[in-house]
């Protein structure tokens, strides 16, 4: 278990709607990865966010938008959800304050759009 | 940019049979690199990792990989698979940056093992 937690783990959305992904990292960790895994690929980078700041993005479009809190944890939105936003999203927590830093990812968010 | 390439998409072995997952990198500097594991349905848990020093590298559930940059290759192994080893397995390449990783990752070989 990783501490991360992410919610909900399952969500059914129709085309053109709206979504927001939660997720708490883990505890003593202030950087938060978002990613995108799509059936049978492995997970895509989409954005990480540090200290409340986007802190580099992947190639998402601007409809993938996030927030990180002053507590550390995270909101994923999606606005104008297209059938191909059907994934598994992951979410990561880390700790830069060691150079050998590593992940910690959560159970993940499956999205369906229908 | 990085890249990682995992040549195999699906590999079967029988049950305490030796497996060795292919893992090739492309990176301009030293690279962070990672094994991660994915049961169906679930989140990734961290098998090892490598990030300088020795290259032969000891992980969880007695997996290891062992970092050949002649190769630019990460390759994981276990000496005697156990059935509940099937899983999908994916590397990655980390870039390190203030706010910490980003990972890329392959596209993951899924393991089957028979009993």
């Known amino acids: 278990e990783t501490g991360v937690t992410q919610s909900p783990t399952h969500l059914i959305k129709t085309r053109g709607q709206q979504v927001t992904l939660r997720c708490s990292s883990q505890s003593g960790h202030n950087t938060v990865s978002w990613y995108q895994q799509a059936l049978g690929q492995g997970p895509q980078f989409i954005f990480q966010?540090?200290?409340?700041?986007?802190?580099g993005r992947g190639n998402f479009p601007p409809r993938f938008s996030g927030l990180q809190f002053p507590n550390y944890s995270s909101e994923l939105n999606v606005n104008a959800l297209e059938l191909d936003d059907s994934a598994l999203y992951l979410c990561?927590?880390?700790?830069?304050?060691?150079?050998?830093?590593?992940?910690?990812f959560g159970q993940g968010t499956r999205l369906t759009v229908v | 940019a990085q890249s990682v390439t995992q040549p195999d998409i699906h590999i079967t072995v029988s049950e305490g049979a030796s497996l060795e997952l292919r893992c090739n990198y492309s990176?301009?500097?030293?690279?962070?690199l990672f094994w991660y594991v994915q049961s169906p349905g679930q989140g990734l848990q961290l098998l090892l990792k490598?990030?300088?020093?020795?290259?032969l590298v000891q992980g969880i559930k007695g997996f290891e990989a062992e970092f050949k940059r002649s190769q630019s290759s990460f390759n994981l192994r276990k000496p005697s698979v156990h059935w509940s080893d099937a899983a999908e397995y994916f590397c990655?390449?980390?870039?390190?940056?203030?706010?910490?990783?980003?990972?890329?990752f392959g596209t993951g070989t899924q393991l089957k093992v028979e009993l």
């Open positions: 490598y990030f300088s020093g020795d290259t």
């Open positions: 990655a390449v980390g870039v390190v940056t203030g706010g910490g990783n980003k990972l890329t």
């Open positions: 966010y540090y200290r409340e700041e986007e802190n």
């Open positions: 990561a927590s880390s700790s830069p304050n060691r150079l050998n830093t590593e992940a910690f």
């Open positions: 990176y301009g500097a030293t690279p962070y």
